[in-house]
């Protein structure tokens, strides 16, 4: 017989919890309730080999996923569900272990009568700090389902500026990655059919020949197996590296600089940093703890030090402008609308602005950088398998010449 562990409300209103065999759970209801205790909830309690295979700690829940749930939980609130019933409603439909077991513990936070904002606390990991700040500030001014709306066009929009940067990205990365195996495949299996037989002909081989004939004798011996171990060896440190403080700022700040790419995650930075920013300072969220918060939310250590910087100096009574000027990150247009922003008090409207208007940019960055990158792989890969087919062919010239003379 199956073990459930039940929580109620006494008669009293404290919370209690228990366990009890039975078949099913109705039957556990019935038999808590005849003491006069409210039922809560009620949970099968796990064997040891279902815990063991629970591998809902493996699923990622994104931010599309987070949107879906503030935009069903906004439609409810806003239709008068009440909210603990709304996260009941949504925890049973959620498509992710995860995020559903997350949902249903913080609806048994918000019955035994915690905010919906600290039963999010411990979760910020999840929801992130921007998510918690903002449906606390929607609690306290009685505008939640707004709220979750906001926040969910906000994280909709978040996720579509991830997705323009990463298919800018994975074009030249696939590209890449073809080219290398067909390079590797050339060099292994092509090219040392034919070097015995250049060895044989006794023919003056070119220079371009005896370059890949190195290359190729090199890849089919074991010191490839070195120079692979070496290049595992050298990414898994750099990925260590970037992993400290120090090792992502100068990470970011090569990513700033890099040719092409740069432009791209530059402005989508400056996308993020606006509109995450706007939508704080509109929902009412304090100057000082909205920069702290878009700070964190940045993803990128070169502009949270700016934020940041900008949060400590006008905790000193400056302007935000200052500090962002020196990062060398915002360009001036920014800067300019950031101050007039600041000068009339219209700020959220003016990032509002920005992150419209850099959100059209990113759409145009990443079409000049595919179609930059289309002609330049071309010519890469085209040039590779030129100069190795050269290097076949010309001594099999060579030799036909010598047998026709």
Request: hydrophobic residues 50%.
């Amino acid at each position: 017989m199956p073990t459930f562990v039940w929580t109620g409300r006494d008669p009293q209103g404290r919370v209690i919890q228990g366990t009890l065999k039975a078949r099913n759970e109705d039957v556990v209801r019935a038999m808590v309730e005849r003491d006069g205790t409210r039922v809560i909830s009620v949970e099968k309690k796990k064997s040891p080999l279902e815990m063991e295979l629970n591998l809902s700690f493996l699923e990622r829940v994104s931010d599309r996923d987070i949107a879906i749930f503030a935009r069903q939980l906004a439609a409810m609130i806003n239709a008068g569900v009440p909210i603990v019933q709304a996260l009941a409603i949504y925890a049973e439909q959620a498509p992710k272990k995860k995020l559903r077991d997350v949902i249903e513990e913080i609806r048994k936070k918000v019955e035994s009568g915690e905010q919906l904002y600290a039963a999010m606390e411990p979760h910020k990991n999840l929801f992130g700090p921007l998510f918690v700040s903002m449906v606390r500030v929607g609690e306290a001014g009685g505008i939640l389902g707004d709220t979750l709306n906001s926040l969910a066009e906000y994280l909709e929009k978040m996720d579509n500026l991830k997705a323009k940067i990463k298919s800018a990205m994975t074009y030249p990365t696939v590209v890449m990655v073809v080219a290398i195996v067909v390079v590797i495949g050339l060099m292994t299996f092509v090219v040392p059919k034919f070097v015995s037989m250049f060895q044989e002909s006794n023919v003056q081989l070119p220079m371009i020949t005896r370059m890949v004939m190195a290359v190729s004798a090199f890849m089919t011996s074991k010191g490839m197996v070195f120079l692979s171990a070496g290049v595992i060896g050298g990414l898994i440190a750099l990925q260590r590296f970037i992993r400290t403080e120090r090792g992502r700022l100068i990470w970011d700040r090569l990513l700033f600089r890099a040719p092409i790419l740069g432009d791209v995650i530059q402005k989508g930075s400056i996308a993020r940093f606006s509109r995450t920013l706007g939508m704080l300072l509109r929902g009412g969220v304090p100057i000082l703890q909205a920069l702290e918060i878009t700070a964190s939310s940045s993803g990128n250590k070169v502009v949270e030090r700016a934020v940041m910087r900008a949060r400590s100096e006008i905790g000193e009574g400056r302007s935000i402008a200052g500090p962002l000027r020196a990062s060398g990150v915002f360009p001036p247009m920014v800067l300019h609308m950031v101050s007039i922003g600041e000068e009339t008090g219209q700020l959220s409207e003016m990032l509002a602005k920005v992150s419209q208007f850099y959100d059209e940019e990113v759409d145009r960055a990443v079409e000049r950088l595919t179609s930059m990158m289309e002609p330049l792989m071309i010519v890469f890969i085209g040039g590779i398998v030129m100069v190795i087919l050269l290097s076949i062919y010309l001594p099999i010239f060579k030799m036909a010449q010598v047998v026709s003379g």
